[in-house]
Nanobody
Framework: QVQLVESGGGLVQAGGSLRLSCAASGRILRTNAMGWFRQAPGKEREFVAGISWSGASTYDADSVKGRFTISRDNAKNTVYLQMNSLKPEDTAVYYC?????????????????WGQGTQVTVAS
């Protein structure tokens, strides 16, 4: 089993920044890809960014390219999402997810373990 705990969410003004963290514990393997997803009220959960175990491969949704950066520190079993130039449409609950496989995929069904989510609210 794997446990994921997100932190770092909050309320920020448009144009501001936040850094989300996801601490993983349990049976972490050196092949696990990880990702961030988000879900706004009344909308489906959507992919935000993903990263391979080594960190060599990262993928960002078009909506966040150039503004968000995903990274990981395997020594700490932690994945980060640096969010800059935030917009009101970035408001959502952000979830960390882990795949028990190597490839970074953008579909939520491909991920096996999920955190409880952290709320990000961007005020205009």
């Amino acid at each position: 089993q794997v446990q994921l705990v997100e932190s770092g969410g909050g309320l920020v003004q448009a144009g501001g920044s936040l850094r989300l963290s996801c601490a993983a514990s349990g049976r972490i393997l050196r092949t696990n890809a990880m990702g961030w997803f988000r879900q706004a009220p009344g909308k489906e959960r959507e992919f935000v960014a993903g990263i391979s175990w080594s960190g060599a491969s990262t993928y960002d949704a078009d909506s966040v390219k150039g503004r968000f950066t995903i990274s990981r520190d395997n020594a700490k079993n932690t994945v980060y999402l640096q969010m800059n130039s935030l917009k009101p449409e970035d408001t959502a609950v952000y979830y960390c997810a882990l795949r028990t496989a190597t490839a970074v995929l953008t579909t939520s069904s491909a991920y096996n373990f999920w955190g409880q989510g952290t709320q990000v609210t961007v005020a205009s």
